[in-house]
């Protein structure tokens, strides 16, 4: 069936560093969504990616689908502890979402 | 702004009780969803709705129904509940374009003993 993998699951790094969580799904993606979910919290829709090739950028964040529109990256540059959460993708195939395992990121100060 | 609203944010259930977790929107969407969040498996999809007394089983519903009378509101039925059905049940909604974004609800983290 539809999966979505996404790597790494924990990533512990210093404040000011950068970190990227990577998308890969089976089959190909109508389109690709992602969201942020603090500790405690629910998820929170940040962006959605349509087109094939599509980069978006969101102030420190840049956002990737790939050409084949299996695969998507997050990329946050310069992290701070606002950033601390789980990040997931979220890929759209038929008529549902299949969301990715996430990825659990530690700022260190 | 949209707000979901699950009923309970936390709850405690023994073994075989009947278990109803609610959930209403305040957006006239016509999607609504039910998923649980383990640690490891992410979110999985339970069961959906895409209208009124409409519904699509998801990748996980052996041991759940649902119940959709209203729009505002979709409900999670646990007919027997089982310790493995201990979890974070979260709820969304949103709009029938498929790339509407899901709006969720704060969860409901169920412990069955």
């Known amino acids: 069936g539809q999966q979505v993998m996404q790597i790494p699951q924990y990533q512990h790094v210093q404040e000011g560093e950068d970190f990227t969580t990577y998308c890969n799904s089976s089959t190909t993606l109508s389109n690709i969504q992602w969201y942020k979910q603090r500790p405690g919290g629910h998820p929170v829709f940040l962006i959605q990616l349509v087109k094939s090739g599509e980069v978006k950028k969101q102030k420190r964040l840049t956002f990737q689908f790939g050409e084949a529109k299996k695969n998507s990256s997050l990329h946050i540059t310069a992290t701070q502890t606002t950033d601390v959460g789980t990040y997931f993708c979220a890929g759209l195939a038929g008529n549902q979402f299949y969301f990715g395992t996430g990825t659990s990121l530690t700022v260190i100060p | 702004d949209v707000k979901v609203t699950q009923s309970s944010r936390y709850l405690v259930k023994r073994t075989g009780e009947k278990v109803f977790l609610e959930c209403v929107q305040d957006?006239?969407?016509?999607?609504m969803f039910w998923y649980r969040q383990d640690p490891g498996l992410g979110l999985r999809l339970i069961y959906f709705?895409?209208?009124?007394?409409?519904?699509e089983k998801g990748d996980i519903p052996e041991g759940y129904s649902v119940s959709r009378e209203k729009k505002e509101r979709f409900s999670l039925i646990l007919e027997s509940a089982s310790t493995n059905q201990t979890s974070m049940y979260l709820c969304?909604?949103?709009?029938?374009?498929?790339?509407?974004?899901?709006?969720f609800g704060n969860g409901t983290r169920l412990t069955v003993t």
């Open positions: 709705s895409y209208d009124v007394k409409m519904k």
């Open positions: 969304a909604s949103s709009f029938s374009e498929g790339n509407s974004p899901l709006h």
């Open positions: 957006m006239d969407h016509e999607n």
